[in-house]
């Protein structure tokens, strides 16, 4: 868990000055690789591409050729560890999987 403090300076309504949040990493993680996969899935179909195909070619090669630059896709994509990228589809898919 992460825990983030505010103080008074910190642009924040008055209900939220001074309280502790936590949050997990997990969640995060989720966010950012579902944000990502969004963008950039919707680059590679405006380009005219398989996302399927190229985000595997990706994921499995590690070249980032497999995804478009148009839109900044590969910029975003490669801001975001493959391994992370794997971990968060792999908890998702199991946990909808086993109803977890």
């Known amino acids: 868990m992460i825990e983030l403090f505010m103080n008074k300076g910190d642009i924040m309504d008055d209900n939220q000055i001074e309280k502790t949040?936590?949050?997990s990493i997990?969640?995060?993680?989720?966010?950012?690789?579902?944000?990502?996969?969004?963008?950039?899935?919707?680059?590679?179909?405006?380009?005219?591409y398989n996302e399927i195909n190229?985000?595997?070619?990706?994921?499995?090669?590690?070249?980032p050729g497999y995804i478009s630059s148009h839109n900044d896709a590969r910029s975003k994509i490669s801001s975001v560890e493959r391994s992370t990228i794997i971990e968060v589809l792999l908890r998702n898919y199991i946990s909808k999987l086993w109803d977890v």
Do not use: H, N, P
């Not at 969640?27 to 005219?48: I, N, Q």
């Open 54 to 63: 190229q985000l595997v070619g990706y994921i499995m090669s590690g070249d």
């Open 21 to 23: 949040s936590l949050y």
């Open 26 to 48: 997990d969640e995060f993680e989720d966010s950012l690789v579902s944000s990502t996969l969004k963008d950039v899935c919707a680059a590679l179909r405006e380009k005219g």
